[in-house]
């Protein structure tokens, strides 16, 4: 099963979890359709009304920016992890 890794600032949306594990595999739109079934809070904080991931937050699958391997139709295997990894601003 596909495991998403949640970062800190996110957790409260998720019941506090650091991990996910989802029966979605194929895609990163598939997973992230799965989210929005089971965690919608999460989802709406990492993707945008149209469906498209927020320009400021990062999704990795194994290791690879989503952005650079396709987007919502980047495959995500069996056993991927999906980091999120929203952008910090400060100054």
Known sequence: M???LIPGV???ECGGSAHLEVTAQGSLGA???EVRERW???ERRIR???GTVRRY???YVDGEDCRRSGGLETPVPAAAEI???PSVAGG
């Open 40 to 42: 919608p809070r999460l």
């Open 48 to 50: 945008d009304e149209s």
């Open 31 to 33: 997973v992230l359709d």
């Open 2 to 4: 596909p495991t998403l």
């Open 10 to 12: 996110l957790r409260a």
């Open 83 to 85: 980091q999120i990894l």
């Open 57 to 59: 937050v990062n999704v």
